[in-house]
């Protein structure tokens, strides 16, 4: 398989963190290293050199770190004046990106994770591939996924649709390059309709709906990650996920 490219959404303002942070969540620091950092290591580390990030909110701090981190060279920053609207947006600005005509990495920015997931999405079989953690928290904040044997038949915070199980998604995707575009297209016909308060995954949603037989999920239960939302979960992050990973 040709080596994706990838595209980071950390545009967003982070509002429900309240004191526990003031700037891009994405700089958040974990063990002396930013999530950023944290994220082009990885990428990196898997043959991954071509990063496009959108970004908004306070973005002159992003762009800092990305040149202190040296790759200057390899990031391609794509500006959402719009960041305050749903994360729709930020993933609709990345049309060229995922038109670019090549699988994509798709990832959230504020995740704090094993490395190795990214190398599990890059190996996993199937046209395209949604991160799946089977311990999910309850409640209507993690995006499910949710399947009828093996088929995903949703993907939302509230599904709609009849299932036989579900488990959280991680917020990290591999496409490929056909349906990158269709997701590009997808986005931004949304937005074109008015339906910016939207979240990203409901485009992603949308493709699934249509062409379930194209999309496939790869267990990670045994790899500790987290997605940072609330001050609770830089707490979590620092305490209960950074010594895993420091063992790792």
Known sequence: ????????????????????????????????????????????????????????????????????????????????????????????????????????LLMDGDVLYDPRMIGALLAAPGEN???????????????????????????????????DRHGESVGFFRFSAATATALADRARALVAAGRTGLEYEEAIRDLILAEPARFAARDITDLPWIEIDFEADVARARNEILPQLSAA
Not at 58 to 74: T, Y
Not at 141 to 154: A, L, M, N, S
């Open 1 to 104: 398989m040709q080596t994706p490219s990838a595209i980071i959404l950390a545009a967003g303002v982070g509002r429900r963190l309240g004191e526990a942070h003031d700037g891009p969540k994405i700089l958040l620091e974990f063990g002396g290293r930013t999530l950023l950092a944290r994220h082009l290591e990885a990428l990196d580390r898997h043959g991954v050199g071509r990063v496009s990030i959108t970004i908004g909110y306070q973005h002159a701090l992003i762009e800092a770190e990305v040149a202190r981190l040296g790759w200057s060279e390899r990031v391609r920053f794509v500006h959402n004046p719009d960041f305050r609207q749903g994360s729709l947006v930020s993933l609709s600005v990345q049309g060229n990106a995922l038109r670019a005509g090549g699988p994509v």
């Open 129 to 163: 591939v949604l991160l799946l953690d089977r311990d999910i928290e309850p409640g209507d904040e993690p995006v499910k996924i949710c399947f009828r044997g093996e088929t995903i038949v949703d993907f939302r915070k509230k599904p709609e649709h009849a299932h």
